[in-house]
T-cell receptor, first 113, second 115 residues
Framework: QKEVEQDPGPLSVPEGAIVSLNCTYS??????FMWYRQYSRKGPELLMY????GNKEDGRFTAQVDKSSKYISLFIRDSQPSDSATYLC?????????????FGTGTQLKVEL | GAVVSQHPSWVICKSGTSVKIECRSL??????MFWYRQFPKQSLMLMAT?????????EQGVEKDKFLINHASLTLSTLTVTSAHPEDSSFYIC???????????FGPGTRLTVL
């Protein structure tokens, strides 16, 4: 079993829809949770950064972390065609491991007109 | 803020030659930089972690003599693919840890094609 599980998709939604992307994990030591967006042939771009449990909102994006369930989510409101990309969840513990990130496999999202 | 650049963005080379890729943090100092490899439709595979002024720590299965990493300053790390072969063709991405939010910020990637 992988440390981080993420549905690879592809996920196709109409423009304006609310998108829900999710990851589950098994390592209870993870404390920092991130979502990255990666366009084709580009490096990942940091979207959201969350410490421990709770919600965080930034514009159309909301990140949720439920440590009791080992489950994190990214919601995208009013989705746009420009949101079409691969979304990677990533997480790490507080110390140790050289602060390496553990990534999900990424979910490919397509927002259609 | 937290911008990371990579150069070159793409390179084509002949088998047996060496290729150097530069990674720079432009507006912050990065004590730690990471090098990843990514195959089409796959997630990032960490190759090595480098700290400024120290030897890089390589992940299991990554040949340190083939993938030479130098982290000479707080803003620059280089990856040299030595004696490149077609199987080394891939998308190489660096990241730098630091910035306002203490996490990894990624460069735009370098596409290497070895003929």
């Amino acid at each position: 079993q992988k440390e981080v599980e993420q549905d690879p998709g592809p996920l196709s939604v109409p423009e304006g829809a609310i998108v829900s992307l999710n990851c589950t994990y098994s390592n209870s030591a993870f404390q920092y949770f991130m979502w990255y967006r990666q366009y084709s042939r580009k490096g990942p771009e940091l979207l959201m950064y969350t410490y421990s449990s709770g919600n965080k909102e930034d514009g159309r994006f909301t990140a949720q972390v439920d440590k009791s369930s080992k489950y994190i989510s990214l919601f995208i409101r009013d989705s746009q065609p420009s949101d079409s990309a691969t979304y990677l969840c990533a997480m790490r513990g507080v110390t140790g491991g050289g602060n390496k990130l553990t990534f999900g496999t990424g979910t490919q999202l397509k927002v259609e007109l | 803020g937290a911008v990371v650049s990579q150069h070159p963005s793409w390179v084509i080379c002949k088998s047996g030659t060496s290729v150097k890729i530069e990674c720079r943090s432009l507006d912050f100092q990065a004590t730690t930089m990471f090098w990843y490899r990514q195959f089409p439709k796959q997630s990032l595979m960490l190759m090595a972690t480098s700290n400024e002024g120290s030897k890089a720590t390589y992940e299991q299965g990554v040949e340190k003599d083939k993938f030479l990493i130098n982290h000479a300053s707080l803003t620059l790390s280089t990856l040299t693919v030595t004696s490149a072969h077609p199987e080394d063709s891939s998308f190489y991405i660096c990241s730098a840890r630091g910035g306002l939010v203490d996490t990894q910020y990624f460069g735009p990637g370098t596409r290497l094609t070895v003929l």
